[in-house]
């Protein structure tokens, strides 16, 4: 049995693949568009976009109930590809947008998350364990930070290439690449110094903004892949490596808000340097496979693991030491490691159109520490319309629901939270042309 119009219903279920893959768990936004190197055509080129809105927001806060709006930012991820090559051999270059956050906390009781210690009258740094980090009356507490936003992106270039031997029992492909990925970080807190150690009364408060970047670093991907083009038939698995971001540094201000300290007025702003501890972006392997089933049908599936378990905590830091700053803010995740499973459908309607739905699970890598990206359940829908051999168009849609979860004190979290049954939708469109 040969299945026809085999692509264009490829086509289809890759636009829906497309939004599920944007929601996997962790910080993973887009993914290298490598199965551009399997296009017919001498030279192909895409050029896509897709839209996510994560709904979630804290249902509690410290036992403190309330409806504290949605400190999920809503985001977009561009990816671009262009391909060149033949049946035997092919390279691509990409570019995409490979992990980001964004959080605005300041719906949260007092406008930011609650407090923790961010520096000591020792002058020694603040540790990194909850009692450290939540004893913010103890004797040697000099002032406590309350985080109100956070962001960050790393933006991938890169090239993979194919190499391919046709045989009677199909093509096997090697597939082999290197990347580089840079970091930006971005963040606001709200400070407070005591006006003695352990004694709990504002002597100042602050607003810091701290803006910090990381050189582009370097990591590799490699992988195989076996094809039967007359049944539609392709299994590729794909490795792609961890990169760590060591060099995360830049600056930022301290802004006085109000003072009991005469040489520091309302309005002060005190130039800072800001420094990000050690950023892994982790490395993940996955799985895709896709067949004909039948004439103008197609089933797909895909299997990823993440690497989300090397992702332990953060901890941003300022100084200025003519004015005596060296404070830090903490962010614990202890996440573990990360399942993404989906399974796909598509149908070609006739030579221009097919239409795909696929299903989407995303085991959520939180354990307590950081509540936000619990279990995700994802029903996605793709079309694709090939106007002629050159120009072809792709929409996507999904809807997710969201699970609900918990943090705690004694799971790691440095103050406790739940979050509820939440939902997050997504769209994506992209144009591919090809020679």
Not at 94 to 115: N, Q, R, V
Not at 202 to 211: G, K, L
Not at 264 to 285: C, I, K, M, R, W
């Amino acid at each position: 049995m040969q299945v026809t119009r085999k692509i264009i219903a490829a086509a289809a279920v890759l636009a829906a693949a497309q939004s599920t893959t944007a929601l996997a768990g962790g910080f993973q936004r887009g993914t290298a568009d490598t199965d551009i190197l399997f296009e017919p055509g001498t030279v192909n080129m895409r050029a896509g976009m897709t839209y996510v809105d994560p709904q979630r927001g804290f249902t509690s806060i410290n036992g403190q109930s309330g409806d504290f709006g949605d400190y999920t930012g809503d985001y977009t991820i561009p990816t671009y590809s262009i391909s060149l090559g033949n049946d035997t051999v092919g390279c691509a270059g990409t570019a995409t947008e490979s992990f980001a956050a964004e959080s605005d906390y300041s719906g949260s009781p007092g406008g930011a998350l609650p407090a923790q210690v961010s520096s000591l009258s020792t002058g020694q740094p603040v540790g990194t364990t909850t009692a450290a980090r939540t004893d913010i009356f103890g004797a040697t507490t000099a002032s406590v930070s309350r985080t109100q936003a956070l962001s960050f992106s790393s933006s991938e270039l890169g090239v993979t290439c194919r190499l391919s031997y046709a045989a009677e029992s199909g093509r096997y492909s090697l597939l082999g690449g290197v990347f580089v990925e840079d970091f930006h970080f971005e963040g606001t807190s709200l400070g407070t110094t005591y006006a003695a150690p352990g004694f709990p009364l504002a002597a100042v408060n602050t607003r810091v903004e701290v803006e910090s970047d990381g050189g582009y670093k370097a990591g590799f991907r490699i992988g195989a892949a076996y094809e039967i083009p007359e049944y539609a038939l392709r299994v590729q698995v794909m490795y792609r490596s961890e990169v760590k971001h060591d060099d995360v540094e830049g600056d930022g201000t301290v802004t006085v808000l109000n003072s009991l300290v005469p040489t520091l007025p309302a309005g002060t702003v005190l130039p800072v340097n800001s420094f990000l501890s050690e950023a892994t972006s982790p490395q993940f392997v996955e799985l895709k496979a896709q067949t004909g089933i039948a004439p103008g049908w197609l089933l797909l599936g895909s299997f990823r693991w993440t690497d989300w378990s090397t992702n332990d905590m953060s901890v941003s830091s300022i100084s200025n030491a003519a004015f005596g700053i060296n404070s830090s803010s903490y962010a614990p995740y202890h996440w573990r490691d990360g399942y993404t499973a989906t399974l796909g459908l598509g149908h070609a309607f006739n030579d221009e159109i097919s239409g795909a739905v696929v299903l989407g699970y995303d085991r959520g890598v939180s354990t307590g520490a950081e509540t936000t990206y619990t279990d995700i359940y994802t029903l996605a829908g793709g079309v694709s319309f090939k106007a002629n051999k050159m120009a072809e168009l792709r929409f996507g849609g999904l809807v997710g629901y969201w699970t609900d979860g918990s943090q705690s004190v004694s799971q790691g979290a440095y103050f406790d939270g739940t979050v509820g049954d939440d939902f997050v939708y997504g769209v994506n469109a992209s144009l591919k042309l090809s020679f």
